[in-house]
């Protein structure tokens, strides 16, 4: 899963050659959506939908798809693939801020050090966003909006999990995200028109389709009902080694000191937070 989310910022910026932003993201959203729709379909025995789970449902679609991937095409259009790959580092961090809030947990001084440590490491990758990396302070804040959003997701997907199956939930995850995103995509070809895709965005939509939302996102939702939300959320930082050193082999982008160095407080902020976790969340989180 980490893998494929990885390269999904470069497959992105592919994209971005011949789609705008949120029409890349109800493409992906739809397809993926039907592919899911046909599988769950054909299961021998298929779990009762009811309306509490649909609310549940429209609600988890709305916030990790919707308002995630509004947030994260949009940024990166205006930010190098590297950058928002670090950026996205700050999911786990999020995660343990809102657990305390959500799930009633207390985080002790060990862990608020480390969330202040990378909370400094996103701040300092910001400071730089346009100096060196082809990055921009909006982008890179659009980025950040989108970590807060998937962070919620986190949060929200675990307690439905514990009951349905993953392709379940993400087979309507996805259904609803495609809902809710065609509004957005009307004033986005109203504003902004409808360019000529190329092979290359079409393969880059195709990757994020099959790749991202039907199998990563399978794999994740898969792993929540067994892995807490906080110890699964850390392997977010994996994506950002993947991506940069995509980002550097496909796209060409640079990657300096500077950045380097912030994406290494980010992630150790993270491991201190996350080091020696308690047992407990798992029973809180469900």
Not at 172 to 196: C, D, K, S, T
Not at 240 to 265: C, D, K, S
């Amino acid at each position: 899963m980490t893998f494929m989310f990885g390269l999904s910022f470069v497959a992105t910026k592919l994209a971005l050659r011949g789609f705008e932003p949120l029409l890349i993201a109800l493409l992906r959203f739809a397809l993926a959506g039907g592919i899911l729709w046909l599988l769950w379909r054909r299961r021998p025995q298929r779990e009762p939908l009811t309306r509490a789970d649909l609310r549940r449902l429209a609600l988890i679609g709305f916030v990790s798809l919707t308002v995630y991937f509004t947030f994260e095409n949009i940024g990166l259009a205006h930010t190098s693939a590297s950058e928002a790959a670090i950026l996205i580092a700050a999911i786990p961090i999020f995660v343990n801020i809102l657990n305390v809030f959500t799930l009633r947990e207390r985080n002790t001084a060990t862990e608020w050090a480390g969330i202040v440590l990378s909370f400094g490491g996103v701040v300092g990758l910001i400071e730089l966003a346009g100096n060196s990396g082809g990055g921009t302070l909006y982008g890179n804040l659009l980025v950040l909006a989108a970590s807060l959003s998937a962070a919620v997701y986190n949060v929200l997907a675990r307690r439905i999990l514990i009951r349905r199956s993953a392709l379940f939930v993400t087979t309507f995850q996805n259904l609803f995200g495609a809902l809710f995103m065609i509004p957005l995509v009307v004033v986005e070809v109203l504003v902004n028109g409808v360019r000529h895709p190329t092979v290359e965005a079409a393969a880059g939509v195709g990757y994020l389709t099959v790749f991202c939302s039907v199998l990563a996102y399978l794999l994740l939702n898969y792993g929540f009902r067994y892995v807490e939300v906080s110890k699964a959320s850390v392997f977010t930082n994996v994506v950002p080694v993947i991506a940069v050193g995509a980002a550097y082999v496909v796209l060409g982008e640079r990657f300096t000191g500077g950045q380097l160095a912030a994406a290494v407080v980010v992630v150790a902020g993270v491991w201190l937070t996350n080091r020696g976790g308690r047992a407990s969340r798992g029973a809180a989180a469900a």
